[in-house]
């Protein structure tokens, strides 16, 4: 009897063990679920910093009472510039990039020469720019990390000059800009960038009570580096 029982306990245990083989046979190994890779985004405000060379071309064109304009070309002028920017950008779903950049810098890009010829031939006249800044709206479109955009918008430029009198003026210009860049996001809040910009400003006009004019012409040309940090 004892025999029995111990034989058909074994058959069980065998059975059990089959059985649990078989399951084990069955099961497929559970891949782990892959990890989401974290796409960079633009949107976000940002404040930074600049600097870089910058070009300004001078004029000088003098109008007697009833007689033809005379012009004086100053050459131009060039020097380092440097200064701070902040913005906000948002990127849509299709990857252009939309924003808007104000900048300011501080610069010292100025030349003063003897004119020759004309009306008031001789007399040493001078032109600087001793600050200016942009108001901008930016297109891109972003790949990653890199941003390729085109700009423009408003700018404005404070300008001091001599007239051939040695007479000195100041004054703020307004006027309009536009040009291109490229940024790169180095981490997710620290980004470069290069930037070119052409500012084009009206003249500034100078009356004389002998019925003369004197008018100003100066334009500024900008490349500039520059680092900002994205909120």
Not at 7 to 36: E, F, H, M, Q, W
Not at 72 to 86: A, P, T, V
Not at 116 to 122: E, H, K, R, Y
Not at 207 to 228: A, E, F, W
């Amino acid at each position: 009897m004892l025999k029995r029982a111990l034989l058909g306990a074994t058959a069980l245990a065998l059975l059990a063990g089959s059985a649990s083989a078989a399951d084990l046979a069955n099961r497929y190994p559970v891949k782990a679920a892959p990890i989401p890779v974290q796409v960079f985004s633009w949107t976000g405000f940002y404040v930074g910093g600049n600097v870089g060379w910058g070009w300004v071309s001078n004029s000088f064109d003098y109008t007697p009472f009833a007689l033809p304009t005379y012009s004086y070309n100053l050459g131009d002028s060039n020097g380092f510039f440097g200064g701070f920017q902040l913005g906000y950008n948002y990127q849509f779903a299709n990857n252009v990039v939309l924003g808007v950049e104000a900048d300011f810098d501080w610069a010292d890009l100025g030349t003063s020469n003897t004119i020759i010829g004309g009306p008031v031939g001789g007399a040493l006249v001078s032109q600087n720019v001793d600050y200016f800044g942009t108001i901008r709206a930016r297109a891109g479109y972003a790949m990653d990390r890199f941003l390729p955009y085109i700009t423009g918008g408003a700018a404005w430029a404070k300008t001091s000059y001599t007239d051939p009198f040695a007479v000195s003026y100041d004054n703020t210009k307004w006027g309009w800009t536009v040009g291109a860049g490229l940024e790169y996001a180095i981490t997710n809040n620290w980004t470069v960038k290069a930037e070119y910009l052409y500012l084009g400003f009206d003249d500034s006009k100078t009356n004389y009570v002998n019925g003369d004019q004197l008018s100003v012409g100066t334009d500024i040309q900008t490349t500039k580096i520059g680092v900002n940090y994205k909120f």
